[in-house]
């Protein structure tokens, strides 16, 4: 087992209690050839292959067979989940979320539903069961949560108020695609790094 991975993951799984993130049924993994090393609220990092994963590990396992990602977070904030358990879209409502997360994100009924969501995005919640982000360093997969959390308060508090302003499609996908292509790469390389990977 990668020792400095291993330590990553297990730090970015306090960092959501750190970060108010925090609830039942939290989960971080990060993709690697050996495996997917894995930590849930035991707090105890397994290295699991797809085949044998179970329970929280199976949503992981699925979502990585899906997509690209190499980390995944999956976590059930105060606001995030009474979103999802409204069953509604979160709309991008700050420009955070537009150039972070995109333009919206959806709930979705169950894991593998999410698992197919998230080949077109990098986050989705899922009915009932909090939210799940990916990307391609743990530090990108838990910013995405964060983000996410902050947009849900915010759509909240703006409903309750009478409404939300949207930032409409078009701006919100330009955010999303200037982040990606200008900001994001060279954070993401330095992440790499710092993870162990």
Same mark, same amino acid.
């Given at each position: ?8 993951? *297990?730090?970015?799984?306090?960092? *959501? ?24 609220? %035991?707090?105890?990092?397994? *290295? ?5 994963? !179970? ?25 995030? %989940?009474?979103? %999802? ?12 979320? !537009? ?9 979705? !009924?169950? &894991?593998?539903? !999410? ?22 360093? *743990?530090?990108? &997969? ?14 909240? %508090? ?40």
């Amino acid at each position: 087992m990668n020792e400095k991975l291993k330590d990553s993951v *297990l730090q970015y799984f306090d960092r *959501l209690r750190e970060y108010g993130l925090h609830g039942e049924g939290d989960s971080v993994s990060v993709r690697t050839e050996e495996g997917i090393y894995f930590v849930d609220n %035991s707090r105890e990092v397994k *290295l699991i292959t797809p085949e044998k994963a !179970a329970g929280e590990g199976a949503l992981h396992a699925k979502i990585y067979a899906a997509t690209d990602a190499q980390a995944i977070v999956h976590a059930h904030p105060d606001y995030v %989940s009474a979103v %999802s358990r409204a069953g509604v879209t979160i709309p991008a409502v700050i420009d955070d979320m !537009a150039q972070i997360v995109g333009p919206t994100c959806r709930t979705v !009924a169950n &894991a593998e539903a !999410a698992a197919k969501e998230l080949k077109k995005r990098n986050s989705c919640l899922i009915s009932g069961d909090g939210a799940v982000t990916t990307g391609r360093t *743990l530090n990108e &997969a838990f910013t995405c949560m964060m983000v996410l959390q902050k947009a849900a308060i915010c759509f909240v %508090s703006a409903s309750v108020l009478g409404g939300n302003k949207v930032i409409n499609g078009f701006e919100a996908r330009l955010m999303r695609f200037v982040y990606k292509k200008k900001y994001s790469k060279i954070n993401t390389e330095n992440n790499m790094e710092r993870e162990g990977k």
